[in-house]
């Protein structure tokens, strides 16, 4: 019997196609570099062209503290006086109260309870800054009133209360992430060493958490120094005011004054026309408003970048002990301390929706939803709710490949020198104060192009809030990829577009829809690009029929117009009820975006 020995086919050969060259992800970068990029120049761009449409005299500009147009005198020295004096007084209020709330979120509680005081933190982080104006029109300019005497008011004191309520969540939320990238082991050998819990804090965490608590610091600086319309309802816009001695400087807290962004708020950039040296003056004031929002945010940056005290700077700050006596009772008074401005935000958060509730009302009604305005200050926000979710809805459409595409950039393919300078831009535009965006929207699309008010303007001018966000999600989920995800990919032969279609896009997908999620949060309370390029308080349709000459209606706009009436009862129930329901959408999307984080937060993989 002879056996045979089976031979093996050949296999034919594949003849499926290999996988697509994915250009679209080519497409996808390139795009998201050139709007990052797109809008530095643009608004530098437009500022250049109006500085060079008519004579700035420089020395004025920063020395003269009078402004009036009509005797062509145009010094702006009182209005950077009111924003150093707003941005100072609110580092003073906010900063030990976010640094303290920080410590204490990080080091004292549990996760379980450390959890939702977080997402406390960032509700606040996300409300609208016109409900801030709202309360502070309503809390603030009273207490003003009553401790200086001042008819209204209207103060930068008051502008400075504002802003401190606003900026402290950007300084916890910071201050918590750079607390937590601490290692234990820091901790670990300074408890070995007998120290209590607070002498662990100031002499093992302290030292390697400082810059980035310091980032956070001035973080929220460019945030103080780019917000506009809070500041405009609070701070009473009051041209040429300058102390000359240290008691007129006492004195001007509780009285009216000027900042940058409140006179670029203001009805003054439109009437200075797109031309000669009334308009120059306006965009040097911009310029200038730029630079020290981008210093900030640079420096800020730079700063938590630098590398931290190293272990031998720890571990000599651990051998520094207190003295033995009162250590323990020290150690829970700081304690206390510290959990008590731990407990302010939230605090506020309550207080900030009990007086929404309270004063809004009317949203608890369905008609209120559903039914159109009527007359200036009647009837319902329907057609509103419809223009805000368009201008949301188009933002986020346009938005989601631009800020992927930058977050592929800078976390796949920028080298490490390119990818700082990259992610600095980016940072940069994100801080970028929305009011120089509404001028630059106003001039350029509206004006030059012949759009006039239009949704699409509006939608257009709200990407560079949203991409910069976007951006940045996506590049830090890039950056925690393991090493060995890429290493595989690569030694099957995929093709760098490939590897990131196949395997970067699935595994940052969830950071890309937070991002998404938390831009489009804060664009849905952005009111001052708004006002100068898509919205209209009343006669626009619901949904506009076309893109040139359409304007819509939206809350946030609603809400400032409504507020600038503060003397009818009736304008002021429709203000708080619009405030109330805007909130409720803003906080619709950021409970959303918190969800996801939590859900795929430390996942490593997602099919």
């Not at 120290?195 to 103080?224: C, I, K, Y």
């Not at 990829?481 to 099957?492: D, G, I, N, R």
Request: aromatic share 6%; charged share 10%.
């Amino acid at each position: 019997m002879t056996l045979e020995t089976p031979v093996r086919q050949p296999a034919a050969p594949d003849t499926a196609p290999r996988p697509r060259p994915s250009r679209w992800v080519w497409a996808w970068v390139g795009a998201g570099t050139v709007s990052v990029a797109g809008v530095m120049l643009v608004l530098v761009g437009y500022l250049g062209v109006g500085l060079l449409s008519g004579a700035v005299d420089w020395t004025g500009l920063l020395a003269e503290p009078m402004w009036s147009p009509s005797d062509s005198v145009f010094g702006g020295l009182a209005m950077i006086y009111g924003s150093a004096v707003v941005c100072l007084v609110s580092l003073v209020l906010a900063v030990p109260v976010g640094w303290a709330g920080a410590i204490a979120l990080s080091e004292y509680l549990p996760p379980r309870l450390a959890r939702p005081l977080r997402m406390s933190v960032e509700l606040l982080a996300a409300v609208p800054s016109i409900v801030y104006g709202l309360i502070g029109i309503m809390a603030v300019r009273p207490l003003i009133a009553w401790l200086g005497d001042v008819p209204g008011g209207d103060s930068l004191l008051a502008a400075g209360i504002v802003l401190a309520v606003m900026i402290t969540p950007t300084i916890v939320a910071v201050s918590v992430d750079a607390l937590s990238a601490v290692p234990d082991r820091y901790r670990e050998a300074a408890y070995s060493l007998g120290l209590t819990r607070r002498e662990v804090v100031r002499s093992a965490v302290l030292p390697q958490a400082r810059q980035g608590m310091r980032a956070g610091v001035l973080l929220g600086l460019a945030r103080a120094l780019g917000e506009a319309i809070a500041v405009f309802l609070v701070v009473g816009r009051a041209d040429g005011r300058l102390p000359t001695s240290f008691g007129e400087l006492l004195d001007s807290l509780v009285h009216p004054g000027q900042t940058l962004t409140t006179k670029l708020a203001g009805p003054e950039p439109v009437l200075a026309g797109t031309s000669g040296p009334y308009f120059a003056a306006i965009c040097g004031l911009g310029l200038i408003l730029l630079a020290l929002v981008a210093a900030s945010t640079v420096w800020g940056i730079r700063r938590s970048s630098g590398s931290g005290p190293g272990a031998g700077s720890a571990a000599r700050g651990i051998r520094k002990r207190q003295p033995v006596r009162m250590r323990g009772e020290l150690d829970r008074a700081v304690g206390v301390l510290r959990m008590g401005a731990l407990l302010l935000p939230g605090a506020l958060l309550v207080a900030m929706l009990a007086i929404l509730a309270t004063r809004g009302s009317a949203a608890f009604a369905p008609a209120f939803w559903f039914t159109s305005a009527a007359g200036s200050a009647g009837g319902g926000v329907s057609d509103q709710i419809l223009g805000t979710l368009l201008l949301v809805v188009t933002t986020g459409l346009i938005s989601l490949p631009l800020g992927f595409g930058a977050g592929i950039l800078l976390g796949v393919y920028a080298s490490a020198r390119a990818g700082r300078v990259l992610q600095t831009v980016t940072v940069v535009v994100g801080g970028t104060p929305t009011i120089l965006l509404g001028l630059a929207g106003f001039v350029i699309i509206c004006t030059t192009m012949g759009w006039g008010r239009s949704w699409l303007a509006g939608a257009i001018v709200l990407v560079p809030v949203v991409v910069p966000v976007v951006a940045l999600t996506t590049a830090g989920r890039v950056g925690g990829m393991p090493v060995e995800m890429t290493e595989s990919a690569l030694a099957l032969g995929l093709s760098r577009a490939q590897y990131i279609r196949s395997v970067v896009v699935p595994y940052a997908w969830p950071a890309t829809l937070t991002g998404l999620l938390l831009g489009l949060a804060r664009a849905a309370g952005e009111t001052a690009p708004l006002l100068f390029t898509a919205t209209v308080f009343f006669g626009a349709p619901a949904l506009p029929g076309g893109i040139v000459n359409a304007p819509v209606q939206a809350l946030p706009t609603h809400i400032f117009t409504l507020s600038q009436d503060s003397g009818d009862p009736q304008a002021v129930s429709q203000a708080w009820g619009s405030a109330l329901v805007l909130v409720l959408i803003t906080a619709v999307l950021l409970c959303v975006a918190v969800a996801l984080r939590n859900r795929f937060e430390g996942e490593r993989w997602t099919t």
